[in-house]
């Protein structure tokens, strides 16, 4: 076991990696940590899309509005796992107490804006510094509607995109179809966004990732941290089943478990699972290349390096509760409405779970009342977009650099 103190990443997700890569251009000693290969959990099936058009927090009146119908349809973008109905229940009352204050919802809008412009940069930086073009495409996004209702359900939305200069096209169904040759001649409305980007496989970005931290001297070792050493308000070791790794500053970036950290530290990250399938097809007749998401279903179709992928909606539940793997046959219903005749034989399904915290807000930097614990989770929807800005996030506080009042609305020390 390693005895020279370093910084500790827990979790070789694609926010772990992707802050043990900042942390270590920042010239420290890091050691990246996961219970499994890097990049295996839920960073490993997304759709691929870096959404820093993702400017409005979910936690909001209107999704509050919209919650008891899209509940209620058992095929409807979001549904909760009956039997994890006692388990959610306190999360659900917070998440409607963040959606219903005005105050909360300011602070989502005040921090996404800004954490999307760091994104925006912060891939930038780390796909030439990784090299990671290969797995990068610059070819627009599409979202597509099927009723004029719901594209005018998108209008909130689309005026703060315009307010901070996120620039997009709103198109009618036949532009939609000639920028997504196979869409369903029923769809009315499109909104095009040039400058969208997408991975072609999330999972080879964080591997690749981590190959790149550890070729540039970082250590990337395989253990579950089941405890920590403490000393006054500092951690100076984490505890693995096979001995404890001596910890310089330690980073909490462990996804859905990290609240089983956190509570370790004497803090609170009440974070539930907002699961979501993807399945993954033979591309036949795949004449796009952009992500394309029909709005009110909750899904992306994504065109990847090995086949066409349908991911999304969401399905609450506790954890470690058993798949509903009819959400995947839904997606692949959904795929054949929006485009007839696109994507072949089914290769592969797979359930990721989404770290969400009731606020939709992530938790980024120091811990509550420890000197040397930093945090990056609760990415949601938008793990992989955010990942890099958060390692920059958290290295720059490292340096001393104070948090933004925006950025302060991501404090993890705001659960107690
Ligand atoms: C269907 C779907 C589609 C999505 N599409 C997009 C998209 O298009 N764009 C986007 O930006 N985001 C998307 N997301 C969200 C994104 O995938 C997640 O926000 C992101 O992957 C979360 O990354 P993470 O590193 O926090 O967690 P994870 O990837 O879950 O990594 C956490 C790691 O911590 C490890 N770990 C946990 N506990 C311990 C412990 N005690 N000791 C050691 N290791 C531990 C785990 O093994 C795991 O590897 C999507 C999600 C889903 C489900």
């Known amino acids: 076991m390693t005895t020279e103190a370093s910084i500790i990443v827990i979790g070789a997700g694609i926010v772990g990696a992707a802050t043990a890569r900042a942390l270590q251009r920042f010239g420290h000693a890091v050691t990246l940590i996961d219970s499994a290969e890097p990049g295996r959990a839920t960073s ?29 349809d058992r095929n409807g973008p979001l549904t909760v796992h009956p ?10 009352a917070r998440f409607a107490r963040a959606a219903y204050s005005a105050a909360e ?6 921090s996404f804006g800004p954490l999307m412009a ?18 990068f495409k610059s070819r627009g996004a599409l979202y597509v509607y099927e009723s004029e209702a719901s594209f005018l359900a998108g209008a909130e939305e689309r005026e703060l995109q315009k307010a901070k200069g996120t620039e997009f096209e709103i198109v009618d169904g036949n532009r939609a179809r000639e920028l997504a040759p196979g ?20 999972y080879r970005v964080v591997e690749m990732l981590a190959e790149r931290f550890a070729a540039d001297g970082g250590t990337v070792r395989r253990g579950r941290v089941r405890g920590f050493r403490r000393e006054g308000n500092t951690v100076s070791a984490v505890q693995l089943t096979d001995g404890d790794l001596p910890a310089k500053a330690v980073v909490i970036a462990a996804g859905r478990a990290s609240g089983e950290l956190t509570r370790l530290l004497g803090f609170n990250a009440p974070l539930v699972a907002e699961r979501g399938y993807h399945v993954m097809l033979a591309p036949d007749n795949v004449r796009f290349e952009m992500p394309v998401s029909p709005a009110e279903r909750g899904f992306f179709v994504t065109p990847m390096e090995e086949g066409l992928r349908v991911a999304g909606t969401v399905e609450l539940a506790a954890p470690h509760q058993p798949p509903s793997w009819h959400r995947a046959d839904l997606l692949v219903r959904h795929l054949k409405d929006i485009f007839p005749g696109v994507g072949g034989a089914e290769q592969s399904r797979w359930i990721g779970e989404r770290p969400s915290l009731p606020d939709f807000r992530p938790a980024i930097g120091r811990a509550p009342r420890l000197a040397n614990v930093y945090c990056g989770y609760g990415h949601q929807h938008v793990g992989l977009t955010l990942a890099t800005a958060t390692g920059r996030l958290i290295a720059r506080q490292m340096e001393g650099e104070a948090l933004t009042p925006a950025l302060a609305a991501c404090d993890p020390g705001r659960f107690g």
């Not at 099936?45 to 959404?51: M, S």
């Not at 400017?55 to 509050?64: D, F, I, M, W």
């Not at 109905?85 to 306190?90: A, G, M, T, V």
């Not at 095009?192 to 496989?201: A, K, L």
């Open 118 to 135: 760091e994104a925006n940069m912060a891939w930038k930086i780390e796909i030439q510094a990784s090299g990671l073009g290969d797995l």
């Open 83 to 92: 039997p994890s109905l006692p388990y959610l229940l306190p999360w659900m």
């Open 105 to 110: 919802v300011r602070k989502g809008v005040d």
């Open 44 to 72: 490993y099936g997304n759709a691929g899309f870096i959404a820093i058009d993702h400017v409005l927090p979910l936690a909001r009146p209107s999704t509050l509005k919209r919650l008891p119908q899209m509940l209620m």
């Open 183 to 202: 869409l369903s001649s029923h769809i009315v409305r499109g909104v095009y966004y040039p400058h969208g980007m997408h991975t072609i496989n999330p």
